[in-house]
């Protein structure tokens, strides 16, 4: 049978709704399971407190499931507690809260209260993420607050479990949106508010071994050797463009540390990094590069660019003095490196070379 020209195009745009509505089911089972375990909790809680069982009858409760559910693992003795444990993290332990924090946010049928007692109903965003993600959430969460800020960023980024992990080791709930900026008066609102949302404070660059003479060429380096870690680090929308990005001005060539396009805020990232405290005198220079990226670079249809100065430490009070009369958008972060390596251990670590191999190979 000869296939005519079109077939090739109309079997691509076959797989993609295929595809399409492969995630669709895997979604929809995925929020009906949250919605059973939501019921299957509520009701443990309510027995426990109403019925007088205690907690006693749960073993009885998964030997019963899981021999009348064999296929089923969501049943064992350990997936139930889990499973009332988030229930009670979420609908017990700090109800109105909730609520509170879910404002704005679809809901599943309605989200009631019975006096002070709990919301019944699963609040849709909870069944936004696999059940694996809610389990790691509650485990390390102190509040329903941090607990939809991760819930939120996985559901917006697509996170799989080791890199929500990795998010939430990392503090990120406290770091985000805490550079000094002068964004607010730079920028129009809407650039502004977005702006300093994917801003964090401080960076870790954990990933790193360096020893404890590095110099900022050592970091940068380092940073674009590690270049997946590092852009996990700055979140998502940043594009790598290049390290020591040339502008010649006036017949002299100066150099940017690190050059960036963010795809959601449409503007060229400058990074500069600095391996001591923060200077008034490095909001000046960045100032001048952003001056040149935009009159060579930036394209019409272009927002301003951004400057992020990387800094071992920086004042509130001096940044906020160096950057108020400044016309062009920067932001300064600290950022933290691990701790040298200790001389036994030197050797036995693999170096970037071999990391960026394995990368590499792992691509193939």
Known sequence: MKLTKGYTQWLKQLKIR????????????????????????VEILEKEKNAGWGTGFLPKLSQDLQKTFPDLKGFSLTNIKYIRLWVNFYEFSIRQQLVDELRGYPKKKSIRLKGQQAVDQIPSILTT???????QIITKCKDVKEALFY?????QHNWSRSVLVHQMESGLYKRKGKALTNFEYTLPKLQSDLANELLKNPYHFDFLQLGEKVTEKDLETALTDQLVKFLLELGAGFAYINRQQLLVVDGEDFFIDLLFYHTRLHCYVIVELKMDHFKPEYAGKLNFYLAAVDAQLKLSQDQPSIGLLLCKKAGK??????????GTPIGVSEYKLTESIPAKMKGKLPSIQQIEKGLKHKEK
């Open 151 to 155: 819930i939120i960023q996985t559901t």
């Open 129 to 135: 993420i696999p059940w694996g993600h809610h389990l």
């Open 317 to 326: 009070l001096i940044v906020e003095y160096s950057l108020k009369n400044i």
């Open 18 to 41: 295929v595809r399409s509505a492969q995630i669709k089911a895997a979604l929809k089972v995925n929020a009906e399971l949250l919605s059973l375990y939501w019921d299957i909790g």
